[in-house]
C-alpha cells in the first residue's frame, strides 16, 4: 500500500477526513499505464483523480508540466482548480495550476504554451489545439498524468473520439504517460476502459461503493396527465408542493423549449414567489453564471434546467431531482439522480413526472429498470472518419509527418484499433487533395509529400484556418437574441436562424423565463423588447430531441405482454385494457400495424418501438414506399413508438412494405436527398475541414454570400457519389438523426411477423398520435404546390394576380 | 416556355426558371454570375478543396437552355470567372466545351468586379453592351432605365405553411432586373437587405426560380 505522506496525513486529520478505499486505491496504483474509477456523485472522485499527483509534486522537483486534467465543460475546469486551490494552499504545497478553455486571455495562452503550469484544466478542443502547435512537443515535455473527468459523457460523443486520438499523440511525445479515467456509474465500464487505454495495454476499473440505492418514484397528481404533448402543466401544482417541501429542487427537462414553458408557468403558480431559477444551453452565459452562482450560494429553492446541468458541478443542498417527461435513457436517469444529496451514503431522492399518457407507461418502465440497476447504451461502433480527417489536419499544423508513423500512433486509440491502412490512406488522401474522382487540385493541394517522404501543408497559412475550426461540437445557426437599445441591449441568449427568419415583428415568445416581443433583425442580432403577455409563441432551441433506448422500449414492450397493469394509475390500466379489446397491444416479436379510416382519410398506424429518430426515417421511407404502390400518402408524424401515416387509399397488405432490400435501397437512393442527409452530411463535412464555419473574415455585412453546404452535398452526389465524406455520411445515418441502425434492428426482431389489422376506427394508442405536434407533409410535388399556392396568395392580396 | 414573361422599357422579356433571363425579339439568352473556377481559385488561395465538378455542372444546365431557347446571342453578365487566374486554370474538356456552346452564336462576356480582364476564349469582352432599349451591365447603377444585371445573388425566402423555403429570384420593377446567380456555387444575398431595398423601387416584383417561375411581390 503506498502510504499518505506525513503532510497530507495532517491535513486530512485537520479536516476530520480520511482516506475513501477508492482514493486509497488510485494512490497504490499511481504507475498504472491506465486506470478507470467508477464512482458516484459526491463520492470523492476528484480528489482521487488528483491525489498522486499533489503526492507527486510535494516536494517541488518536477519541473513543467505534469499533470493534464480534461473536462467536458468549461465551467468544471474553473470549479475544479477552486476545489484543488484549497489542499494546496493549505498544505502550502509548491504547485501551479491554471486553466486553459476558450475563454482564457490570448496572452496567458501564449505563455502557457512556452512556460506550463504544473497541472493544466482544460477541454478536449483546447488541448487538441494545444497538439497543433509547432512546438507541441515542448509544451508536454516531463507530462506524467492525464486526468479525463466525466469520461462517461465524453465517451458518447466524437468530443471522446477527438480527445482520445490527442492522447495518442501525446503518448508519443511522452511515453511514459500515464491515463485516468473518472466516470459516473454507467453499463458497460469495460467499453470505456478500452477507449480510455493506449491500445492494446489493459485498463483495470476501480468501482467505488455506489451507496445506498436512490429513492425514486412516480410524482402523483389528482389529474390524469393529458393523451399527448410535453408540458406537464397539469402538474405544475403538485411540482410547486414538492418545491415547498424540499430545500433545493432541480427540475429536469428533455428540452429547452419544455424547460421554457415549465418554467414560465410554474412562475404563474407561484404564489409564495419563491425564487427559482432557469438554466439551459441557449441562455446568455451571463445569465446562466448568475443562476449558478445563486444556486452555489444555496439562494434559489428551485432550477428548472436541461442537460445543460448533466454534469458535475457541485451545487450543494440539492435535496430532490425532479425529471419531467420520460427519461427516454436509464442510464441518464441514474447520473440526474445523482445530482440529489451530495453527501455520500445518503440516498437520493427523485420523483418522475410523466407529460402524457403513453409516457406513465414509460416511466414505469424507466423505474423498474432503474431498480434493477440495468442501464442502457448503445455502442457507438469504430471511430468516425471525419474526425480522423480533422486530427491528421491538426496533426500537419504542428509540422511536417510520416503517414506511416501517424497511422501507428493513430490505431493505439480505442476506438481506431480497428482502422485499416487503407481507410486511414483514404482520410489522407481527403486532407491532401480533396480525394475527388476527378484529380483537379494536383497543383494546390492541401498536403504535400516532399521529396523525403513527409507530409506537409502546402500553404503555411492554411494552419490558422484549420485551428479556427477545431472542434467537433455542431452549432446549429443560431442568432444571439437582445433587449433593443439605442447601444445594444441586455443580451438574453440565442434561438434558431430558422426560428428567428420566421418571426414578424409583434410575435411573442419565451426566452430565459421571459416573454419578449419581436422587434426587428439587426446585424444577425434578433431585437426584443419586454412584453406583458400571457400567451407567448415559443422560442424553438437547438436542443437535441433524445429517442427513447433500445432497452428502454424493449422493458415497455415486454410490460405490454402482462394480463394486468396494478402497478399502473387506472387512467393508464384502463387505456391498456381498451386498446387490447378494441385491437391489440403491440410484442416484442411481431410489428404492429393498424390500418384505419379516419376523418375521410386513411391511416396506417406502425408501432415500430424505434425510437423518435428511426420512426421518423420510417415514416418518410414508407411514404415513398406507399407513393410507388398507389397508396397516395400525404403526410406523416413519428413518436418514440410509432409513426401514423394518413392518405387517400387503405392499407390492405403490409408485406411489401416492409423489405428490408426496399428499403435499403431507399435509404441509399432517394433519403440520400433528404433534409436530414444533408444536415448529416453538413456535420460531417465540417468536422473533416471540407466547410469551415470560422473564417478570418467578418460575416457581419450579411453582404457575403455564403454557399449553401447543401449545394457541395448535391454535387457530390451527383459528380463522385463514392466519395468519402458520402460514405462517412452513409454511416452516420446508421446512428444519429436517421437511425437507420435501429430500423434495420426492429425488422430483424420481428422478421416475417408483420400483423395487420384492418380496423373499422381509430384505436386508443394510435389516438394521441392525432395530437402530435411536427407533422412531416410528403415533400416533392407537395412543397412545389404549396409554393404555387402561397406565391398566388400574395400575388392576390398585393393586387397583382393576372 | 416555361418562363415568367414580362415587360421592361416596352421590351417583352421571359424569366426562365433555371435563373436564365431570355429575350425572344433578339433571341438572346443573358446568365449572370456563372463563377466558373470558384472551387480551383479557393483551393489555390489555401482554402478546403471543394468537389471540383461546379463548372461542368454549370455548363451542363447552361447548354440545356441554349438547346431550349436555340438562342443566337449569349451575353454573360459579369463574374463569368471567379477571378481572372480561374480561367487559365479550367481544365481543357471544359474549355473545349465552352468554344462548342460558342459556335455559330454571338457570345459576349460583360466584365464584373471577379473577372475585369479580357478573357482569352473566343467571345467579345464588354464592360457594358447596349441595345436599345436595354442595357446589360454587371452592376447596377441608380437611375438607370431599362438596365439588366447581376451582382448581387439575389434570393427570396417564404413562410410555407411551417416550413422555411429560400430560392434564387429574379428582382423586377419598372427600370431594371436583377438576375439571380446562375453558377452552381454561388450564394446569394436576401432580397430584404438594404443595398437591394435601395435599388429596386416600389411595387417591384421576385420571380422565384425552380421547376417553374413563380412571381411574388418582393418581401421588403
Not at chain 1, 420481428?750 to 415533400?779: D, M
Not at chain 2, 444546365?61 to 451575353?75: F, H, P
Request: aromatic content about 6%; charged content about 25%.
Amino acid at each position: 500500500m503506498a502510504p499518505l505522506p506525513d503532510l497530507f496525513k495532517t491535513w486530512f486529520a485537520k479536516r476530520g477526513w480520511s482516506l475513501h478505499p477508492h482514493q486509497q486505491a488510485m494512490l497504490d496504483r499511481s504507475t498504472d499505464s491506465a486506470l478507470l474509477l467508477i464512482a458516484p456523485t459526491g463520492g470523492g472522485k476528484t480528489l482521487a483523480g488528483f491525489l498522486p499527483t499533489l503526492v507527486d509534486l510535494a516536494d517541488g522537483k518536477h519541473q513543467g508540466l505534469h499533470t493534464l486534467y480534461i473536462s467536458p465543460l468549461k465551467a468544471l475546469a474553473a470549479d475544479i482548480k477552486r476545489n484543488l486551490r484549497t489542499p494546496v494552499d493549505e498544505m502550502r504545497l509548491p504547485i501551479r495550476i491554471e486553466d486553459r478553455t476558450g475563454d482564457t486571455p490570448a496572452s496567458r495562452k501564449k505563455r502557457q504554451r512556452a512556460d506550463p503550469p504544473h497541472i493544466l484544466l482544460t477541454t478536449p478542443e483546447s488541448l487538441a489545439l494545444l497538439t497543433s502547435y509547432e512546438d507541441a512537443a515542448r509544451t508536454f515535455e516531463g507530462l506524467k498524468r492525464v486526468v479525463v473527468d466525466e469520461i462517461h459523457a465524453l465517451s458518447e460523443s466524437k468530443r471522446g473520439d477527438q480527445l482520445m486520438l490527442a492522447l495518442s499523440r501525446l503518448q508519443s511525445i511522452c511515453p511514459g504517460l500515464k491515463r485516468v479515467g473518472l466516470s459516473a456509474t454507467v453499463e458497460d465500464p469495460a467499453a470505456i476502459a478500452s477507449l480510455l487505454a493506449r491500445h492494446p495495454d489493459p485498463c483495470d476499473i476501480l468501482l467505488a461503493d455506489p451507496g445506498p440505492d436512490p429513492d425514486i418514484a412516480m410524482l402523483e397528481t389528482p389529474q390524469a396527465p393529458p393523451w399527448a404533448g410535453g408540458g406537464a402543466a397539469y402538474a405544475i401544482a403538485a411540482v410547486m408542493d414538492q418545491i415547498r417541501q424540499h430545500n433545493t429542487t432541480l427540475i429536469f427537462h428533455n428540452t429547452r423549449a419544455q424547460a421554457e414553458i415549465f418554467f414560465h408557468n410554474l412562475w404563474l403558480a407561484n404564489d409564495d414567489a419563491l425564487p427559482i431559477g432557469i438554466h439551459h444551453g441557449s441562455l446568455d452565459r451571463q445569465q446562466r453564471a448568475r443562476v449558478e452562482g445563486a444556486m452555489q450560494r444555496g439562494e434559489l429553492r428551485a432550477i428548472v434546467c436541461t442537460g445543460s446541468l448533466d454534469l458535475g458541478i457541485d451545487w450543494g443542498d440539492v435535496d430532490l431531482v425532479i425529471q419531467v417527461g420520460a427519461p427516454k435513457n436509464v442510464k441518464r436517469l441514474v447520473q440526474r439522480i445523482g445530482r440529489a444529496n451530495h453527501r455520500y451514503n445518503a440516498p437520493s431522492k427523485a420523483l418522475l413526472v410523466p407529460a402524457n399518457r403513453f409516457e406513465v407507461v414509460e416511466c414505469l418502465a424507466a423505474l423498474q429498470a432503474a431498480f434493477a440497476h440495468d442501464l442502457d447504451g448503445d455502442s457507438r461502433g469504430p471511430g468516425p472518419r471525419d474526425v480522423l480527417c480533422q486530427h491528421i489536419l491538426i496533426r500537419a499544423c504542428a509540422g511536417p509527418f510520416d503517414a506511416s508513423e501517424l497511422y501507428t500512433e493513430v490505431i493505439t486509440t480505442g476506438a481506431y484499433a480497428k482502422l485499416s491502412r487503407e481507410d486511414f490512406d483514404a482520410c489522407l488522401n481527403f486532407c491532401a487533395t480533396g480525394g475527388y474522382a476527378l484529380r483537379a487540385y494536383d497543383q494546390w493541394q492541401r498536403l504535400l509529400q516532399r521529396p523525403d517522404g513527409q507530409w506537409q501543408l502546402r500553404d503555411p497559412r492554411a494552419s490558422q484556418l484549420i485551428r479556427m475550426n477545431i472542434g467537433t461540437i455542431q452549432d446549429s445557426d443560431t442568432l444571439k437574441v437582445r433587449m433593443k437599445r439605442a447601444r445594444g441591449g441586455k443580451p438574453l441568449g440565442e434561438v434558431e436562424e430558422g426560428f428567428a427568419a420566421s418571426l414578424s415583428p409583434g410575435d411573442t415568445f419565451l426566452i430565459g423565463g421571459q416573454i419578449v416581443r419581436f422587434e426587428g433583425l439587426r446585424d444577425m442580432t434578433v431585437e426584443v423588447s419586454r412584453h406583458k403577455g400571457r400567451k407567448p409563441k415559443v422560442a424553438v432551441f437547438s436542443g437535441t430531441k433524445f429517442a427513447t433506448s433500445t432497452q428502454l422500449s424493449q422493458r415497455i414492450l415486454a410490460m405490454f405482454a402482462q394480463d394486468d397493469w396494478p402497478e399502473l394509475p387506472d387512467h393508464t390500466r384502463n387505456w391498456l385494457h381498451l386498446q387490447r379489446q378494441m385491437s391489440e397491444l403491440p410484442r416484442a416479436n411481431s410489428l404492429l400495424i393498424e390500418s384505419f379510416p379516419h376523418d375521410g382519410r386513411e391511416h396506417a398506424c406502425i408501432y415500430g418501438f424505434a425510437g423518435r429518430n428511426a420512426q421518423q426515417t420510417l415514416g418518410l421511407l414508407l411514404t415513398k414506399r406507399m407513393e410507388e404502390l398507389g397508396l397516395a400518402p400525404l403526410g406523416f408524424v413519428a413518436t418514440d413508438y410509432a409513426t401514423l401515416i394518413w392518405g387517400l387509399e387503405p392499407l390492405i397488405s403490409a408485406g411489401p412494405l416492409f423489405d428490408i432490400k426496399a428499403l435499403r435501397d431507399g435509404l441509399d437512393t432517394w433519403l440520400m436527398g433528404n433534409a436530414v442527409m444533408k444536415r448529416t452530411f453538413r456535420a460531417s463535412a465540417s468536422i473533416a475541414g471540407l466547410i469551415q464555419r470560422n473564417t478570418p473574415r467578418s460575416r457581419k455585412s450579411g453582404r457575403q454570400a455564403t454557399m449553401s453546404s447543401d449545394i457541395i452535398y448535391d454535387t457530390l452526389a451527383k459528380y463522385d457519389p463514392d466519395h468519402l465524406l458520402l460514405d462517412i455520411t452513409r454511416q452516420e445515418a446508421m446512428r444519429g438523426l436517421v437511425d437507420f441502425g435501429r430500423i434495420e434492428e426492429m425488422i430483424a426482431r420481428v422478421g416475417p411477423r408483420i400483423n395487420l389489422q384492418r380496423l373499422p376506427r381509430v384505436t386508443p394508442l394510435a389516438a394521441p398520435l392525432f395530437l402530435e405536434v411536427g407533422r412531416t407533409p410528403v415533400a416533392g410535388a407537395a412543397q412545389e404546390r404549396l409554393l404555387a399556392e402561397e406565391t398566388e396568395r400574395l400575388m392576390q392580396a398585393a393586387g397583382l394576380a393576372n | 416556355m416555361n418562363g415568367y414573361n414580362f415587360t421592361l422599357n416596352g421590351t417583352d422579356l421571359t424569366a426562365l426558371g433555371s435563373g436564365a433571363l431570355y429575350w425572344p425579339a433578339q433571341n438572346l439568352l443573358c446568365v449572370s454570375d456563372l463563377h466558373f473556377g470558384k472551387s480551383e481559385r479557393r483551393a489555390r488561395r489555401g482554402q478546403p478543396p471543394l468537389p471540383p465538378y461546379e463548372t461542368r455542372d454549370t455548363l451542363s444546365r447552361l447548354e440545356a437552355d441554349i438547346a431550349k431557347t436555340d438562342a443566337r446571342m449569349i451575353v454573360c453578365l459579369g463574374d463569368s470567372f471567379d477571378d481572372s487566374a480561374a480561367v487559365g486554370a479550367l481544365l481543357d474538356d471544359e474549355k473545349l466545351w465552352i468554344a462548342s456552346l460558342q459556335a455559330g452564336r454571338r457570345w459576349i462576356w460583360i466584365e464584373g468586379n471577379h473577372d475585369p480582364g479580357p478573357v482569352n476564349l473566343g467571345g467579345a469582352h464588354l464592360t457594358e453592351l447596349c441595345l436599345q432599349p436595354l442595357t446589360f451591365r454587371h452592376i447596377a447603377r441608380m437611375g438607370e432605365k431599362g438596365e439588366i444585371s447581376g451582382h448581387y445573388h439575389p434570393k427570396v425566402s417564404l413562410r410555407l405553411k411551417g416550413c422555411h423555403l429560400s430560392r434564387p429570384a429574379f428582382l423586377i420593377d419598372k427600370t431594371r432586373v436583377i438576375l439571380p446567380a446562375y453558377g452552381t456555387y454561388t450564394g446569394g444575398v436576401r432580397s430584404t437587405d438594404s443595398c437591394l431595398q435601395a435599388l429596386m423601387g416600389p411595387g417591384a416584383m421576385a420571380v422565384l426560380t425552380g421547376p417553374v417561375p413563380r412571381p411574388a411581390p418582393m418581401p421588403r
